[in-house]
């Protein structure tokens, strides 16, 4: 069969590139070989987010003496109905992607593996598609590390913690980065025991100590227990406290006990592309030594013929990225307008409670440039909406070129960390000075209208 274009992936920005094509007058064929949305919908933002609120609620619920709310007895959790909700978001965002996608006119989809046969065809369960242009949209998934006993013991991904309709005894989360501490929260407040074991010397290491620090005590605040500079993990079956099978976690750690006893086992390690069997060879298109896509500045892969978006690609690992990987592709292809990935400003979030709202240059960065800066910081513990809402962990700290006066970077830890800091990302993209976001007038009371002063305060990087 002969289109116009093949999309290999259901994705976050296979789909838009579907309508974006069709609605040109494209005739596209999309293939997806297992659940429509990608990893965001089904095993990613869309579930995890929906856990982190239902965990926010036992929390709050907790805590409603601090409000003045009285509550009769003591605060349950029903993880049934947890992941029931979790489910039937999931089911619900998923049901109308691929709705969408079967009505979409112009748009002929495959259920199905694709594996490129050329730079023109794939195959799709020994059915031959070809065209002239063909998009990867194939996504990743969480990295299994060769850990010794590793596949003696029954672990868990991201994919596995979704399925989890009980509450774990002990939670034993191996990585302490972004998804890692969103699961440990979570759980801490479902009512697990809860550690999380981390082999650098703090957790989310590519953020500035101060963050990872601060992050840190907010979940030891809330009886998570932190293992770190584990550097010889292992693992090996072990009973529980309970006399249920579990697994324990070998560590070598300065403190605290060599091993670690857990009714769980969370492998949060990282991500790998899904592009080891999508016949990349047959077609020439080239790979880096962690199996990512190799593109250009415009998602270009060597073979002209051929693109890759999203996590498949190693320019981004994020929702928001992905999108913007559509939009980039399609700006180029449809709109004359000469959009490429290096116009894209790093931005993302941790979502535990406070978030962490990221963009630009940290600290460490800023220092490394050697350019001159300016720096201004604010405790949480001085910003009135989070007083008000008995929030105030955390602090916000805005980063300053001292010569062109743009923005270089922000950090926003504190209660809507992940929505104040679009403010300051809007200013970077416009590459306006620091001047125009101090000069606004922001909404009272909000986390926002802190920014301009944070701005007034700044003060020289030493």
Known sequence: MTFDAIIIGAGQAGPSLAGRLTAAGWKVALVERKLFGGTCVNTGCMPTKTLVASAYAAHLARRAADYGVVLQGSVGVDMKAVKERQQTVVRNARGNVETWLKGMDGLTVFEGHARLTSPTTVEVDGQVLEA??????????????????????????????MQLDVLPEHLVIVGGSYIGLEFAQMYRRFGAQVT??????????????????AVREI???EGVT???NAECISFSPCKTERGEEGACVHVSCQEGEPAVKGSHALLAVGRRPNTDDLGLEAAGVAVDKRGY???DDTLRTNVPSIWAMGDCNGRGAFTHTAYNDFEIIAANLLDDDPRKVTDRLTAYALYTDPPLGRVGMSEAEVRSSGRPALVGTRPMTRVGR???????????KVLVDAETRQILGA???GVSGDEAIHGVLDVMYAKAPYTVLQRTVPIHPTVSELIPTVLGELKPLE
């Open 411 to 413: 950090a926003i830890l």
């Open 293 to 295: 896509v190799t593109v």
């Open 196 to 213: 999380v074991v981390e082999m650098g010397p703090r957790l989310i290491g590519r953020e500035d100590p101060e963050v990872s620090d």
């Open 219 to 221: 979940l030891e605040a």
């Open 132 to 161: 002239p242009k063909i998009f990867l949209n194939v996504g990743g998934r969480a990295n299994v590390p060769d850990m010794p006993g590793v596949n003696d013991i029954s672990y868990l991904t991201n994919v596995g913690m």
């Open 386 to 396: 989070a007083i008000e809402k008995g929030e105030t962990k955390g602090f916000m």
């Open 226 to 228: 932190v293992r770190l």
